[in-house]
């Protein structure tokens, strides 16, 4: 079953423009987590943020979370080319033992 | 440090035959997770495992799948009969500890059945 879920589903931006993408999740967790894939390729951790955190901030990667409405974003800002990918929540089930579980991920377009 | 390795890349089976994917963790990394992509989709959680022990297994279908990580050697996963439902990427991943972790994902074997 889906845990999380990203919107948008698509997002075509040009260079230089910020790129947002929201994360829904269903049960309290530990922590979220944001991963990229490039096509045809493994996925690549980016920046992990705990239930206790509200934002963070990794180079141009910006995190929110929001665990009263069980909702989380990512902002790319100033996106380059090298940006396009697709990009994926994943959350735990607050359980021991229990794998991440991501969403079906946001493709991001950046055109230059 | 070689990150997880995975192979084949590219697996090509009919119908009717077995399938076996190979995943090797990060050095040091003694939990293994495997994931099934379908087209356009995110992965779908198939089944958790550590050495010689299988933690969680409620995302494998009840037939046909099997995963195992031995004490040496790569974790498997096995697929036996294959249909052409099965025809998707499926991405290994490690992790040093369980629960918290980030996850290194190895670049997938792409299984195509005819």
């Known amino acids: 079953s889906q845990q999380g879920e990203e919107d948008p589903q698509a997002l075509s931006i040009q260079e230089g423009e910020n790129a947002t993408m929201n994360c829904s999740y269903k049960t309290s967790i530990n922590n979220l987590q944001w991963y990229r894939q490039n096509s045809g390729r493994g996925l690549v951790h980016l920046i992990l943020?705990?239930?206790?955190?509200r934002e963070k901030h990794s180079g141009r990667l910006r995190v929110t979370l929001d665990t009263s409405k069980k909702s989380s974003s990512l902002l790319i800002t100033a996106s380059r080319a090298a940006d396009t990918a697709s990009y994926f929540c994943?959350?735990?089930?607050?359980?021991?033992?229990?794998?991440?579980?991501f969403g079906k991920g946001t493709t991001l377009s950046v055109s230059s | 440090n070689a990150g997880v390795m995975q192979n084949p890349r590219h697996l090509v089976r009919r119908r009717g035959q077995e399938a076996r994917l190979r995943c090797s963790p990060m050095k040091g990394h003694s939990h293994v997770y495997w994931y099934r992509q379908l087209p356009e989709e995110g992965l779908k959680f198939m089944v958790y495992l550590q050495k010689e022990n299988i933690i969680d297994e409620s995302g494998m279908p009840k037939e046909r799948f099997s995963a195992e990580f031995p004490k040496e050697g790569p974790s498997i996963l096995r697929i036996q009969q294959v249909v052409r439902g099965d025809s998707a990427a499926y991405f290994c991943?490690?992790?040093?500890?369980?629960?918290?972790?980030?996850?290194?994902f190895g670049s997938g074997t792409q299984l195509s059945v005819l």
């Open positions: 991943a490690s992790s040093r500890r369980g629960g918290e972790e980030k996850l290194f």
């Open positions: 943020i705990r239930s206790n955190e």
């Open positions: 994943a959350t735990d089930l607050n359980q021991a033992g229990t794998a991440l579980i």
